[in-house]
């Protein structure tokens, strides 16, 4: 699901650092007024920030998704919980972040796909994808068995999440080194009957544990979603993305003109992304 709403410039109202990974801040002001939840537990916002020593406000070009961790529309207030890490608009923006700065809202989406007669879910990703997985153990707590594994630089980034097994995986170097999500999914034993296996993480884990579920698992495609929120190798991957002047869209509209469904098209498109280097 995609919405295409009118923008909303937001003030921020508090910062507070919940973990040495995560800074929590809430938005609010008389520009979040009229902001229409999607109303779905993994909501997404395209967020543009200010850029220091250029401007105080929002740059229009300058943005990054990220959860809505909690929304009061009553009260026009919005909460979004951000990774601080180096490199990062969003992250650099978020260690530094004060009362009275501002951001702009564009867009919105949603991957979160849960099959209405899913008996049970499990979320598994880092520590990227815990705002989301913050929101969806709230909103199913006690009306479905949830599992969830959630891998973390530091141990001081542990949340209590009530409402599901949680298993918190310590990887110092998972900013650096990568992510262990594709061994990890490997040990995992998904309960019986109708399910959903949800996944948000670093770009090349989860495109691993994606042919996992699909391949050798064998999973139909209503029962799991992936979504790939950062790259271990941003960097480089954004230097080859430049120099190899591949138009993306177009190559995944022509795979997707021919594939049997989006699953098909997606392994096409990642056999051709890896021919020409940008996997």
Same mark, same amino acid.
């Given at each position: 699901?995609?919405?295409?709403?009118?923008?909303?410039?937001?003030?921020?109202l508090?910062?507070?650092?919940?973990?040495?990974s995560?800074?929590r801040?809430?938005?609010?002001?008389?520009? @979040?007024?009229?902001?229409?939840?999607?109303?779905?537990p993994?909501?997404?916002?395209?967020?543009?920030?200010?850029?220091?020593?250029?401007?105080?406000?929002?740059?229009?070009?300058?943005?990054?998704?990220?959860?809505?961790?909690?929304?009061?529309?009553?009260?026009?207030? @919005?909460?979004?919980?951000?990774?601080?890490?180096?490199?990062?608009?969003?992250?650099?923006?978020?260690?530094?972040?004060e009362?009275?700065?501002?951001?702009?809202?564009?867009?919105?989406?949603?991957?979160f796909?849960?099959?209405?007669? *899913?008996?049970?879910?499990?979320?598994?990703?880092?520590?990227?994808?815990?705002? *989301?997985?913050?929101?969806?153990?709230?909103?199913?707590?006690?009306?479905?068995?949830?599992?969830?594994?959630?891998?973390?630089?530091d141990?001081?980034?542990?949340?209590?999440?009530?409402?599901?097994?949680?298993?918190?995986?310590?990887?110092?170097?998972?900013?650096?080194?990568?992510?262990?999500?594709?061994?990890?999914?490997?040990?995992?034993?998904?309960?019986?009957?109708?399910?959903?296996?949800?996944?948000?993480?670093e770009?090349?884990?989860?495109r691993?544990?994606?042919k996992?579920?699909?391949?050798?698992?064998?999973?139909?495609?209503?029962?799991?979603?992936?979504?790939?929120?950062?790259?271990?190798?941003?960097?480089?991957?954004?230097?080859?993305?430049?120099?190899?002047?591949?138009?993306?869209? *177009?190559?995944?509209?022509?795979?997707?003109?021919t594939?049997?469904?989006?699953?098909?098209? @997606?392994?096409?498109?990642?056999?051709?992304?890896?021919?020409?280097? @940008?996997?």
């Amino acid at each position: 699901m995609t919405a295409e709403p009118p923008s909303h410039l937001a003030d921020v109202l508090a910062v507070r650092r919940l973990s040495p990974s995560l800074v929590r801040v809430e938005l609010g002001g008389p520009g @979040l007024r009229g902001f229409t939840s999607l109303g779905v537990p993994d909501e997404g916002c395209l967020l543009n920030f200010p850029v220091a020593g250029i401007s105080e406000d929002p740059v229009d070009d300058v943005g990054r998704w990220y959860t809505v961790r909690a929304v009061d529309e009553a009260a026009g207030r @919005l909460t979004v919980d951000l990774v601080v890490h180096p490199g990062g608009v969003g992250g650099e923006w978020a260690a530094v972040a004060e009362v009275g700065d501002r951001l702009r809202i564009v867009h919105q989406n949603s991957w979160f796909k849960r099959p209405e007669d *899913a008996r049970w879910q499990l979320l598994l990703g880092d520590v990227v994808g815990l705002p *989301a997985f913050g929101r969806i153990i709230e909103e199913t707590a006690g009306s479905l068995p949830t599992t969830a594994v959630i891998e973390i630089p530091d141990p001081a980034d542990r949340q209590p999440l009530t409402g599901a097994e949680v298993t918190w995986i310590d990887t110092p170097e998972l900013g650096t080194a990568g992510s262990t999500l594709a061994t990890v999914v490997r040990a995992l034993e998904l309960p019986e009957g109708p399910g959903y296996v949800y996944v948000a993480g670093e770009a090349a884990a989860t495109r691993a544990v994606r042919k996992h579920l699909r391949h050798e698992r064998g999973l139909p495609a209503r029962s799991y979603g992936v979504v790939g929120y950062w790259r271990v190798d941003g960097k480089e991957w954004n230097r080859r993305f430049r120099e190899s002047g591949a138009d993306l869209r *177009a190559l995944y509209a022509e795979v997707e003109k021919t594939a049997s469904d989006a699953e098909a098209a @997606l392994d096409v498109y990642e056999e051709r992304l890896d021919r020409i280097g @940008l996997l």
